[in-house]
């Protein structure tokens, strides 16, 4: 048995944070920043969040002195019982524990979960006009209205921390929208940038799994490799900033050190650069309107010599024409392409599927679905958006069913 934890110590000064996701790749990212800045000295954790992963969301919740350790899985409870037995650390599991979690009033939350499962946390975070530092990106693909009119409506502040919409965030600082003319976001290019068109439906998991130059969660690693995870972010951003579809580029940038480039109406075009390290967008968050030091390192431009740029090809990542079709139709067909997406790398990483054949999944559902309920004219609430993820999900497997050995 765990020595019991000392109570968390007194004072207004600590700012109240929960992380959730936080046995993820985001999550221990943000953990180590914590950490570094004094941990439970400095902040005074409310909840931890995680999945399967029980014993390191244990070992977080101690090092941290969280006050409640929630687990997604319910059949995962027992484990993190005896884990956190004789600390005096709270635990709950499943998803309204997540949101009973999200409901205690904190002043930053990280919204780190993966997927369309860390939606409802994040809305429920919003309602106590928290900050929300959003990674999952998956919420604001399905419902950035709703999402947006929450915070509104509550005086909750979302900070992106996603690199490319960080740096945007950063670029725009004390401009005028209004003087924007568009927003170019960069793109690895991912695993299979310079691999032959033809040998994509060769790819496997493994290989689709190995990101040239970010560490992430397999699931955004498969997407940066096939580009749906761009395509996400294309339609982030103008969820976010609230940019025309027009405004919006991808260009590949093999590199990864130019996130993001603001142009200007006066032809200025700011740039964000940095390295590849997801502590610097989620310290940005943590600590704005502040910059505070970071653990990052520094770019060596002259080592570095020279930056490439490419237009994306359509042929090798049709994922970023859907993201247009999406923005055209709007509505619902955020929440549909990001749960068809969902269930398609399911598909994929199930190997039911080959890899190209994600991007032709989330094509037949998005036709099959805005052909038949008039997806876009649909105002988005809760009941109507996990229908149609629930309905999306179920097109997309039948879809990978069919297309299972093609
Ligand atoms: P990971 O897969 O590394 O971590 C996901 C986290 O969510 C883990 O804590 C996991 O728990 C938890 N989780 C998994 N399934 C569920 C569920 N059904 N309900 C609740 N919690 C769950 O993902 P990443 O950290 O890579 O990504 C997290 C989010 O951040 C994604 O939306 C991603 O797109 C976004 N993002 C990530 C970046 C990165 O560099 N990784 C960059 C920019 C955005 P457990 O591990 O215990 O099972």
Redesign the pocket.
């Known amino acids: 048995m765990a020595d019991p934890i000392p109570l968390p110590l007194a004072g207004a000064d600590r700012r109240r944070i929960s992380i959730f996701?936080?046995?993820?790749?985001?999550?221990e990212s943000t953990v180590d920043l914590i950490l570094r800045a004094g941990g439970p000295a400095a902040y005074d954790t409310v909840a931890v969040?995680?999945?399967?992963?029980v014993a390191r969301?244990a070992e977080i919740a101690i090092a941290l002195r969280a006050r409640i350790a929630v687990t997604?899985d319910p059949a995962c409870l027992p484990a993190l019982r005896d884990a956190l037995a004789g600390t005096g650390i709270e635990t709950a599991a499943g998803e309204a524990a997540?949101i009973e979690a999200a409901d205690r009033p904190a002043d930053w939350i990280m919204s780190?979960?993966?997927?369309f499962?860390?939606f409802a946390p994040g809305l429920a975070a919003l309602r106590h006009g928290s900050t929300l530092a959003l990674?999952?990106?998956?919420s604001l693909v399905a419902a950035g209205p709703l999402l947006m009119s929450t915070a509104a409506t509550h005086g909750a502040r979302i900070l992106p921390?996603?690199?490319e919409h960080s740096a945007v965030f950063q670029a725009l600082a004390g401009e005028d929208t209004a003087a924007v003319e568009r927003v170019i976001i960069t793109a690895s290019g991912g695993a299979f940038r310079d691999w032959p068109l033809e040998k994509l439906a060769t790819a496997t998991v493994e290989q689709a799994s190995s990101h040239p130059n970010?560490a992430?969660?397999?699931?955004?690693t498969i997407d940066s490799a096939s580009m749906f995870n761009k395509a996400l972010e294309v339609i982030e951003t103008r969820e976010y900033f609230g940019f025309t579809p027009s405004q919006i580029e991808v260009l590949v940038h093999p590199e990864s050190l130019v996130h993001a480039l603001v142009g200007f109406r006066d032809g200025a075009l700011m740039a964000h650069l940095g390295a590849p390290d997801?502590r610097h967008a989620i310290g940005y968050a943590l600590n704005w309107p502040e910059r505070a030091a970071l653990p990052v390192s520094r770019l060596d431009l002259a080592a570095i010599g020279r930056l490439s740029f490419a237009a994306p090809d359509p042929a090798r990542y049709p994922a970023l024409d859907l993201a247009r079709e999406v923005m055209e139709i709007r509505g619902l067909a955020g929440a549909v392409f990001n749960a068809a997406k969902e269930a398609a790398l399911d598909a994929f990483i199930d190997r039911q599927i080959r890899f190209p054949a994600m991007a032709e999944v989330v094509r037949q559902v998005l036709a099959r679905m805005s052909a038949n309920s008039g997806l876009g004219n649909a105002a988005i609430s809760l009941d109507n958006l996990c229908e149609a993820d629930r309905e999306a999900r179920a097109l997309a497997r039948e879809a990978a069913r069919s297309l299972s050995g093609a």
Do not use: F, H, P, Y
């Not at 996701?21 to 999550?27: K, P, Q, R, V």
């Not at 990674?135 to 998956?138: D, F, L, P, S, V």
């Open positions: 996701g936080a046995t993820g790749s985001i999550g969040t995680g999945a399967r992963n969301l997604a997540l780190g979960i993966v997927g499962a860390g990674a999952n990106k998956e921390v996603d690199s970010w992430m969660g397999q699931r955004i997801m």
